[in-house]
Every structure is written in C-alpha cells, then in structure tokens.
C-alpha cells in the first residue's frame, strides 16, 4: 500500500495548483506573462469543476466498486515499491493515453469529455472544466485492466492522481517551448495547445496525459505550427457559460438526434457511437470530413500525423496562439 | 470531507478571481468592424461560406444571408470570442421581435438563443421573414413570429 503521507501530498499538491490559477490570472493581467481570461468564462469553469467534484466524490464508488471485486480475482499481487509504482505509472499513462482517444473518436465518450474542451480559451483554470458524467460513461472499466494485472487500487489510484496533477500546468499559453528532449519525450503545453485547437489539422491528435510517446507511437502526434495558431474550443462552439449546459450539451444533441424521424437503426447507433459531428445525410464535420475537406480546399497541406504517418513533424515556435478577434 | 475542502477551495479561488477581475478589468468586449470583418470571423469555422452580411448595430453579432446554397450564418460575441452557426431548420425553436433586436430562441442545449439588434426596420423585417421562412422548412419546429 503506498504511505498515507503519499496520499496526503498529492492532494495538498492538487490544492496548491488550484491557487496558481488566480496567480496565472494575476501575471496575465500585469501581462507579465502571455495568456487570457475572460472572466464569464472562467467562473463557467469554477461552476463546472464544483459540479465535477461533486458527482466524482459522491459516485465515484462505482469504479472504485468496480476495480476491487476485480483486484479479489487479480493475477498476480504486486507489492508496493519503488519500481512497481514507476511500472503502475507508465501503464496508468498508457491507459489514460486510450481512454482520451476513445474519449474524443466516439460521440458517446466524446459527451463526457467534450467538457474539457468547450471552452474557448486556453489557460490554467481550463484544468477545472472537467466532466460531470465520467462515472456513466463506461469508460471508468478501463480503470480494470491494471487491478486485475494485480496492482493495487490505492497504487492505481496514487498513479492516476500524479498523472492528472502532472496535466495541470500544460494548460498555459505562457510557455512556449521546453527543451527538446522534452519535448520529444513528454507532454508540454506547446502539445497540449494541439490538443485543444479546434482547426481541421489539430483534431484528434497528442492524447497524451503524461508520456508524448504514446502519441508517437500511436501516429496521433501533431506538432504545433507557427504558421496556424491553435483556435481553441470546439467545431461548434457553445453559446452559453451556464455551467448546467456546459456539462450536458452534447447528451442533449444525441438525444435530439435520436428524435429525427425516420432514422435507421444504423443511423441511431452512427448518432449514438460514430465519432463526433457524424451525419446521416452525409453532411459530416467530423475530424476526417474537416481534413478532407480543407485538403480538397488546398489551402494548406496537413501534417502527416493527420494521417498517421508521422516521422518527422517539424517542431516550431508559437507566433501567436490568441484568436481575440 | 474530502468532497466538501474541494467544493470550498474551489469557491475560495473563484471569489479571489472575481476579485481579481473586478480589481483589474477585463479590456473591452470587440466589436464588429463590418460585413468584412465578421464574414472573415465566420470564415474561420465555415471557410467556403460566402454571402451578404448584417451586421448588428451595437456590432455584438451578424447574420450572413449564405449564398450560393441558401442558408443562414450566425455569428455572435460569446464573452471575448466568437461563436457561430450555420442555422438549419431544425435550430430554430422561435423568432420573436423586441424593439430593433431580433431574439433567435434555439433548439441547441449548448447555444440556446441569441439577440441580434438591427437598427434598420427594413433590414430587421426582411430578416425575421428570412428565418421564418427557413423555420417553415423544419417539420418538427413551430416558430412562433411576433413581428
């Protein structure tokens, strides 16, 4: 079992991030470091993060339910060390690396997770905007697979937390590049600002919670451009900051989907599962329908990684990663 | 208790944001220029979109009378940024007419409706008749006018 005081670190550290956000904000404001608030926009996220850690504090019993009947039947018990838990680490990543990309490539994970990026700015208090519903969606069994291999939940649970905390400062526009070794080898806000541009050509791409070799591995990896800023949020953006409807949009829009007539059975399942922006007339402004698109459009060429074939995305600076208009 | 320290540091942090906003002000919400301005701004989610675009007069948003295919553009200032839509039938839930501002009530959980003040009493009419009749297109929609 990993030590209490492990346990009691990690959550002073994740309250101790939380009180960099109004720093981040403070440094914005001075513009002694780059970056945006908006205020509606950011007390959107505190609302939603209230309601996040609600359902996660009050239904969280369910995975955690779940990942001990299956550590009873484990296959292996594998004791608490130093390198057990790097091991738990690096699998854990591994786990969160697929969990995301399901997260983004099927409508139905996608409505728990497009919380996160409904937003469209990009800065610390991004981290609060998180989903209401992670505990329906399914997606907490692939939470199964280490407690079965024969780790333990709080070992898990340790990991996971380390994984979330080490995501907290790569939701900034302050930094605009690490060291290339870093680069190369770890998630980085420069990544991270991909990962939330909603432009044809950083759809989908760096899941990576911790290790950007997941990605590389993977061909989802996509290197931020000078040329095309990251235009944050989604392919169709909100209208609203009320927190209810930030958290809930996108189950409303598969249910209202689910109400056209005249809808084949494999229609509903294509509005229920099918990746994101999928239409039955054809009309689709799914991720390969924008790219597609946009390389018909010829106005500027996609990076290889769009299709998987990425071997040698060019790494550049970020110019201008601000849409104010 | 655990739940509880979350839920209360997050509303500490959110107080001390709202403090920090009110203390130092956010800049000015933008504004449109012109019809160029906010076709380009729309360009940038539907960039084949072309058309004739009004412009709000407080400059908050725009509606783009699509062409060539036949179509409504949405274009309005949501906090700092810009959201937009191309309006289908089955968007709209009620057009209604306060006054020079157009209030566009839409089926959309995550945009649910939108003002757009259009000085110009001609240009306001030939609007609301314009998503009336794209309204009309939608079967399930019931658009209830009170221009």
């Known amino acids: ?325 | 208790m655990e739940i509880v320290i979350a839920i209360a540091a997050n509303i500490v942090v959110g107080l001390i944001l709202l403090a920090l906003f009110a203390w130092y002000r956010s800049p000015g919400n933008a504004r449109l220029s012109g019809p160029d301005e906010a076709l380009s701004i729309y360009r940038q989610h539907f960039p084949d979109a072309s058309g004739t675009v009004t412009v709000a007069a407080d400059g908050l948003a725009a509606l783009i009378s699509l062409r060539p295919a036949p179509g409504v553009g949405l274009l309005q200032l949501h906090g700092k940024r810009w959201s937009s839509r191309e309006l289908t039938p089955e968007d709209l839930r009620t057009i209604a007419v306060e006054g020079d501002v157009i209030n566009i009530s839409l089926l959309d959980f995550g945009w649910p409706r939108c003002s757009v003040r259009i000085a110009d009493p001609d240009s306001r009419a030939d609007w609301v008749s314009r998503l009336n009749a794209l309204a009309a297109r939608s079967e399930r929609s019931k658009v209830a006018s009170h221009a």
């Open chain 1, 1 to 325: 079992m990993p030590d209490q005081s492990l346990v009691l670190a990690v959550a002073a550290a994740q309250l101790i991030l939380l009180f960099s956000i109004p720093i981040e904000m403070f440094l914005v404001s001075r513009s002694w470091i780059r970056g945006e608030y908006d205020v509606r926009d950011t007390l959107a996220n505190v609302g939603v993060s209230i309601g996040s850690i609600f359902f996660w504090g009050t239904l969280s019993w369910i995975l955690l339910g779940v990942v001990a009947v299956v550590y009873k039947h484990r296959l292996l018990s594998i004791p608490f060390t130093w390198w057990t838990f790097l091991l738990a680490f690096v699998l854990e990543d591994l786990r969160y690396y697929w969990w995301h990309r399901i997260g983004h490539r099927s409508r139905w994970f996608w409505a728990s997770h497009v919380v996160h990026h409904s937003s469209q700015h990009f800065n610390l208090s991004t981290n609060l905007r998180q989903s209401w519903t992670s505990e329906f969606s399914g997606l907490i069994l692939m939470g199964v697979p280490l407690a079965y291999i024969g780790f333990s939940p709080a070992l898990v649970g340790v990991a996971f937390s380390l994984n979330l905390l080490y995501q907290f400062w790569i939701h900034t526009e302050a930094i605009k590049r690490m060291p290339a070794w870093f680069e190369w080898l770890l998630n980085t806000p420069s990544h991270h600002r991909v990962h939330h541009g909603s432009n044809p050509r950083y759809l989908d791409a760096n899941y990576a919670g911790v290790f950007m070799i997941w990605d590389r591995m993977f061909g989802s990896f996509v290197a931020e451009q000078d040329e095309e800023p990251a235009r944050y949020g989604l392919v169709k953006n909100l209208g609203t900051f009320n927190p209810i409807r930030i958290a809930l949009h996108e189950y409303a829009g598969i249910f209202r989907d689910q109400l056209r007539p005249g809808l084949s059975v494999a229609q509903r399942i294509g509005y229920f599962f099918g990746p994101p922006g999928w239409s039955r007339d054809g009309l689709h402004s799914t991720t390969a329908g924008l790219r597609a698109a946009e390389a018909a459009r010829g106005t500027r060429s996609l990076p290889k990684a769009a299709t998987g074939q990425c071997s040698d995305c060019r790494e550049s600076g970020l110019r201008d990663a601000s849409a104010t208009p």
